[in-house]
């Protein structure tokens, strides 16, 4: 079974640049969840779907990011414009929508510089 | 507002010795309780979790954890630590709902 993937590995962009990220989850996972690390800092808790509704977004640090989840599969995590402070490696993660414990499976991450 | 500390920004320990890496949560009902690895490159690897039972629990590459409310800490531990174990550790908790708070991560090296 294939795990969480995530597209792209690396991201660098200029600030004021566009950058969108993707994250497939797990065939059949309903619930999926954003996390960023920024440099020195612990993993950060962006947002969480399910299926294809946004459960809690609170974790969003600004209007710069919108995630989407269309059709309840794959999430894109869009940031525009990008600036110097976003960059970080932004982990995905997904878990099945009945687990009773929500053991959540990570992604590798998408590691995003901007210069 | 619930936390989770790792007070060892990296720990060094000699191969073959034993290694316990430390996590204290607040919150005030017993959460659930995770340990990843993130590896260089890599993911990050669930390595052990505890939500209700015993509470020392096995997880996997011979690592174990002790859940002590009494303490609200939940350390991970080796008895022989190996050079492929060098890392980066997370200790998480699950509160309530969804959302998953982590610590800041403890970096392993591991010395010959």
């Known amino acids: 079974e294939a795990g969480v993937t995530q597209f792209p590995s690396h991201s660098v962009i200029e600030k004021g640049q566009t950058v969108t990220l993707r994250c497939d989850p797990i065939s059949g996972h309903d619930n999926l969840y954003w996390y960023r690390r920024v440099m020195g800092k612990e993993i950060k808790f962006l947002l969480h779907?399910?299926?294809?509704?946004?459960?809690?977004e609170s974790g969003m640090p600004n209007n710069r990011f919108l995630a989407e989840r269309t059709g309840g599969t794959y999430s894109t995590l869009k940031v525009q414009p990008a600036e110097l402070e976003d960059s970080g490696v932004y982990f995905c993660a997904s878990s099945q929508l009945t687990a009773l414990d929500n053991e959540q499976f990570f992604g590798p991450g998408t590691r995003l510089t901007v210069l | 507002a619930q936390s989770v500390t790792q007070p060892d920004i990296h720990i060094t320990v000699s191969e073959g010795a034993s290694l316990e890496l430390r996590c204290n949560y607040s919150?005030?009902?017993?959460?659930?309780l995770f340990w990843y690895v993130q590896s260089p490159g890599q993911g990050l690897q669930l390595l052990l979790k505890?939500?209700?039972?015993?509470?020392l629990v096995q997880g996997i590459k011979g690592f174990e954890a002790e859940f002590k409310r009494s303490q609200s800490s939940f350390n991970l531990r080796k008895p022989s630590v190996h050079w492929s174990d060098a890392a980066e550790y997370f200790c998480a908790v699950v509160p309530e709902g969804f959302k998953t708070i982590f610590g800041a991560g403890t970096r392993l090296f591991v010395k010959a």
């Open positions: 779907f399910v299926k294809e509704s946004k459960q809690d």
């Open positions: 919150y005030g009902a017993t959460p659930y």
């Open positions: 505890y939500f209700s039972g015993d509470t």
